[in-house]
Every structure is written in C-alpha cells, then in structure tokens.
C-alpha cells in the first residue's frame, strides 16, 4: 500500500560526496544515505568526488563526507556559485583535509598542504592536524541553537581537529584541548585551546554548516599505508547518541534549510 508523504517540501536535489582515504567510506556512505531516506522530498545523486560539476553545481544541497579528496578550482568554485546562489552545504569530518602520507621508509609524518585554497575558503577553515584519537568532551556553545538544543555537552571517542580557521564562523559545538599532534608536520595546537567542532557560516544567499565529528574505519582502510588488515573494525565515534542526533539535524537542516524543524521528518522517530 502506498503511505503518505512524510514532507511537505516539494523536491530537493542533494549530491551526496563520499570518498577518499582512511576512512570506511561504504559505512559513513550507509549511514548518511540513511538519513536522507527520512526525507521522501529529496532526490539524491551519489558521487566519488566533486568531478561531476554540472550535477553539483545544480543540487540545492550538498552533503560531503570525504578525506584527501581535493577538489580543482574549477569545482571549488562552481560549489561556491551554488552555494552562492542559496544551496547549503553540509561538510563532515575530513572533508577540509588534504593530506600527503610519508614516503616509504621516510619518517611517519603527514603533511597538510594548502592544496585546495578555494575549498577551504569556502568551508571556513583548513585542516592542519589532530591529536591522537581519545575521549574528550564536547562543549555546547550556544544552547539555543536548534542544531543543539536539548542536546547537553558530552563526551565522545573521535579526532578533535586542529585547523586554520575563517574569522565568520559561528561556533555551535567547541572541544578544548591543547598540546600535542604527534605524526603530523603542525604537531601541535599551538595557542588555540578550543576548537570549532560544528558551526555555520553564510557564503551569499547560502550558508555552509560543517561538523567535524564521525571518524570510522574498517578493517582494510589503510592498507595503503602497509598494514592490509587492521583486524578491527572502528565505529566508536558513531555509538555516540549525541553524535547522532546532532548529524540527524544537520541532515534534516541540509534538506530543509532554517525551517527544518517544521518538516515532521526531522523529528526524532523512536
């Protein structure tokens, strides 16, 4: 039997970009794919990289969850356009980063390039380094926000990203930590103790929101750089509950845009 609609919004476009290195991009692509299931408004296109520009450039929503995928120029900007113009962009985790992995036998550190300038100007900040993977709290910086309210500061097991920032973010999730990034050429934070873990920041008629938290990976991930089976797969970070939710919002925000809260969708089925 059909059912009825679950949104009243009428059709939006989203490009759904999963890919790269490191990460277990099959899950986090499941995962996400899932999220935007609850939304029987969208129509969804999925894509390795942002190569395919003219499906990008037109999408009302973009959704990123890539590591080391660079975008050109050409499609950093044609991204920005749309943004522009009034798409939203919802950029998570490792999609700031470019990053360039140690020779063989060369001492393990990574490199993080200014290798995409017009990318990260638009996401509002570029990845630098980040600590070793740990529990650390996540601190609610506007209680308010729909993003976030209701959602009380916890803590979680994820990378806390240390990043060269934009001075137009409006910081909603912060974590504090200073000190040490071992493996990575900026090894340390330097005088910033707290970091942005989500915020948003308006480009245009659009706005870019971006939430760093979700790392996983699975068991052949980093095969590139010599270990071919982990032996482990690496959820952790999205047994968090308020993790989830916080991403179910970002989702439903990306669909739906500021009155996302409206669409019954969004809420929270049980």
């Known amino acids: 039997m059909p059912t009825p609609a679950?949104?009243?919004?009428?059709?939006?476009?989203?490009a759904l970009v999963v890919g790269g290195r490191w990460h277990d991009m099959d899950f986090?692509?499941?995962?996400?794919?899932?999220l935007l299931?609850?939304?029987?408004?969208?129509?969804c296109t999925v894509h390795g990289d942002f190569s395919e520009v003219d499906t990008i450039g037109a999408a009302d929503v973009v959704v990123a969850y890539?590591?080391?995928?660079?975008?050109?120029?050409?499609?950093?900007?044609?991204?920005?356009?749309?943004?522009?113009?009034?798409?939203?962009?919802l950029a998570l985790h490792a999609t700031n980063s470019a990053i360039d992995a140690p020779e063989p036998g060369a001492p393990r550190i990574f490199r993080t390039?200014?290798?995409?300038?017009?990318?990260?100007?638009?996401?509002?900040n570029r990845f630098l380094a980040h600590p070793k993977i740990a529990s650390t709290r996540i601190d609610v910086v506007q209680p308010?926000?729909?993003?976030?309210?209701?959602?009380?500061?916890?803590?979680?097991?994820?990378?806390i990203y240390v990043m060269a920032l934009r001075d137009d973010l409006d910081v909603v999730l912060e974590a504090?930590?200073?000190g040490e990034c071992p493996g990575f050429e900026v090894s340390h934070t330097g005088s910033r103790t707290h970091h942005p873990v989500l915020y948003t920041r308006r480009q245009g008629e659009g706005t870019v929101t971006y939430f760093t938290l979700g790392h996983c990976r699975g068991r052949?991930?980093?095969a590139d750089l010599g270990i071919d089976d982990l032996g482990v797969v690496d959820r952790v970070a999205w047994e968090s509950a308020e993790y989830r939710e916080v991403l179910r919002r970002c989702v439903s925000w990306a669909v739906h845009g500021d009155d996302w809260a409206r669409c019954p969708a969004s809420m929270r089925e049980d």
């Open 220 to 222: 052949f991930d980093v």
């Open 176 to 178: 504090e930590y200073e």
């Open 113 to 124: 390039p200014d290798a995409m300038p017009e990318f990260t100007a638009l996401l509002g």
């Open 37 to 43: 299931d609850a939304h029987d408004s969208v129509r």
């Open 66 to 89: 890539t590591c080391d995928v660079r975008p050109t120029a050409e499609e950093a900007l044609t991204l920005a356009g749309a943004v522009e113009r009034g798409a939203r962009l």
């Open 144 to 159: 308010e926000h729909p993003l976030v309210q209701g959602v009380p500061s916890f803590t979680t097991t994820d990378e």
């Open 28 to 34: 986090a692509r499941l995962e996400l794919l899932r």
């Open 6 to 14: 679950r949104c009243a919004s009428s059709r939006v476009d989203v």
